[in-house]
């Protein structure tokens, strides 16, 4: 077998060049852009040669004897330079006594072999757990879905004696085409009759909001060893990176490093590496749970370290990280626009102790909505120290995110103009005992309306 290289300014003409010097029956191996043309290499077979041929090539002895005495003289002068030099590097020397020794090359690329092979088998076992992830993910998803349609083909027929003012009725539209969940909604529809205007139902709507939403107020922790988790995608790299970058700012940058733990995702590292050079931040990498050991032993002079994990195996991750370092805290990182079925694997089916919950891409959120829900009902009790709303590092951490999360949720609600006549349309006042059977009666839900109002 021979390998031909054809140049011409285009695959076509560069294919029949190809066929008309070699035949019909060219293999073309390769087809490449260099420098404005097309390259093209192909492969011919090559007939044995004859003993004439064989004559014809070998060398006369006094070729032989001066292409010998070229290669003694090499070999001499490669060793004399690697004397002389001990301290420097040549690598073209190196290159070529290697290239001398393929005895050499050969054992090194056996040796390479098996670490080629177990990284293999570590990235298809990565694969095949995350597929398995996302195949029970999108289930609860699928099975979510059919829960909330039932339950509002139930309500649907609940809505038949009641009527909504004409100034309500595009809010009570628009929480329907913002996919505001049922039993969330009917509670948010409690009262919005009362209201003279359509202003006022939607300060009644925002004053409920955040009524219920008020939780102690506690910002992101600035000392000690914390840890973000969350499924792929949620933003963990680049929160972690705006929380070093808060202390360092207030400390200073050797005070802090982050720590990227067992992300085996491509180009995860390089993201890491490239935010905390941003920051002028150390950053560090752990494959393993004694790697993390070492590390974070070498690193408890630091105020704050910083720990980033993989969206795979999320629960397996944080318990190998609480065996090393037990007094570590643990945040998780959602998405504002999070499903409710992400949201209980994370901070209920997964049974850890959450420290805080972080929002993170408030800015990319379009439906709010179902994190409203969880952080009412089953999130009640649930801390939210910080929020994201950019992909710059340097705009920093929110305080918490809850605020900019009511406004993009009122903000889907508000309708383009009011009605011009008087529409009216069903009101599903009667939702209020479902709503207390689906978890989400909360004391803060009865908003007070002056008496002005009420009687002017």
């Given at each position: 077998m021979e390998l031909k290289r054809i140049l011409a300014r285009d695959t076509r003409s560069a294919t029949e060049k190809a066929m008309a010097l070699y035949g019909p029956d060219v293999l073309i191996i390769s087809n490449n852009r260099v420098e404005g043309q097309t390259e093209l290499i192909v492969a011919l077979d090559v007939s044995e040669a004859t003993s004439e041929e064989l004559i014809e090539e070998t060398p006369t002895p006094n070729e032989a004897s001066e292409t010998a005495a070229a290669m003694t003289t090499l070999q001499a002068l490669l060793t004399r330079k690697a004397d002389k030099s001990s301290t420097a590097n040549n690598p073209f020397s190196d290159h070529l006594q290697q290239a001398l020794k393929p005895e050499t090359a050969a054992a090194a690329k056996k040796n390479a072999e098996p670490t080629l092979k177990t990284e293999q088998i570590l990235t298809q076992g990565r694969d095949q757990v995350r597929s398995q992830e996302i195949v029970?993910?999108?289930?609860?998803?699928?099975?979510?879905?059919?829960?909330?349609?039932?339950?509002?083909?139930?309500?649907?027929?609940?809505?038949?004696?009641?009527?909504?003012?004409?100034?309500?009725?595009?809010?009570?539209?628009?929480?329907?085409?913002?996919?505001?969940?049922?039993?969330?909604?009917?509670?948010?529809?409690?009262?919005?009759?009362?209201?003279?205007?359509?202003?006022?139902?939607?300060?009644?709507?925002?004053?409920?909001?955040?009524?219920?939403?008020?939780?102690?107020?506690?910002?992101?922790?600035?000392?000690?060893?914390?840890?973000?988790?969350?499924?792929?995608?949620?933003?963990?790299?680049?929160?972690?990176?705006?929380?070093?970058?808060?202390?360092?700012?207030?400390?200073?940058?050797?005070?802090?490093?982050?720590?990227?733990?067992?992300?085996?995702?491509?180009?995860?590292?390089?993201?890491?590496?490239?935010?905390?050079?941003?920051?002028?931040?150390?950053?560090?990498?752990?494959?393993?749970?004694?790697?993390?050991?070492?590390?974070?032993?070498?690193?408890?002079?630091?105020?704050?370290?910083?720990?980033?994990?993989?969206?795979?195996?999320?629960?397996?991750?944080?318990?190998?990280i609480l065996q090393v370092c037990?007094?570590?805290?643990?945040?998780?990182?959602?998405?504002?626009?999070?499903?409710?079925?992400?949201?209980?694997?994370?901070?209920?089916?997964?049974?850890?102790?959450?420290?805080?919950?972080?929002?993170?891409?408030?800015?990319?959120?379009?439906?709010?909505?179902?994190?409203?829900?969880?952080?009412?009902?089953?999130?009640?009790?649930c801390m939210v120290s910080a929020g994201g709303s950019s992909d710059r590092v340097m705009d920093g951490l929110k305080s918490s995110g809850l605020t900019k999360l009511i406004n993009i949720a009122l903000s889907q609600l508000t309708p383009p103009s009011a009605p011009a006549q008087e529409v009216m349309m069903p009101v599903d006042e009667d939702l209020a005992p479902l709503a207390h059977t689906m978890g989400l009666d909360r004391p803060n839900w009865s908003v007070e309306i002056p008496q002005s109002e009420l009687h002017g």
């Open positions: 029970s993910l999108v289930r609860e998803e699928l099975a979510a879905l059919r829960q909330e349609f039932r339950l509002s083909q139930q309500t649907a027929n609940w809505q038949m004696n009641q009527y909504w003012p004409a100034h309500v009725q595009p809010l009570v539209q628009g929480m329907i085409d913002a996919g505001v969940p049922t039993t969330l909604r009917a509670l948010l529809q409690e009262g919005l009759r009362e209201q003279p205007t359509q202003d006022h139902a939607i300060e009644s709507l925002r004053s409920q909001l955040t009524l219920n939403l008020e939780r102690p107020q506690e910002g992101f922790p600035n000392r000690g060893v914390q840890v973000m988790a969350g499924l792929s995608g949620a933003g963990k790299t680049l929160m972690a990176a705006k929380a070093a970058q808060q202390v360092a700012l207030n400390y200073g940058p050797e005070y802090v490093a982050v720590v990227s733990y067992h992300d085996m995702r491509a180009g995860a590292w390089a993201q890491t590496q490239v935010l905390c050079a941003q920051l002028g931040v150390d950053c560090f990498r752990a494959s393993d749970a004694e790697t993390l050991k070492v590390l974070l032993n070498e690193l408890s002079p630091r105020r704050l370290v910083v720990i980033d994990t993989p969206g795979v195996q999320m629960t397996e991750r944080l318990n190998e037990p007094t570590a805290g643990l945040h998780a990182v959602v998405p504002a626009d999070s499903s409710s079925v992400t949201l209980n694997r994370i901070m209920l089916k997964s049974q850890l102790k959450w420290q805080s919950l972080m929002i993170s891409k408030l800015d990319e959120s379009h439906s709010p909505w179902p994190l409203i829900q969880f952080l009412i009902a089953e999130g009640a009790h």
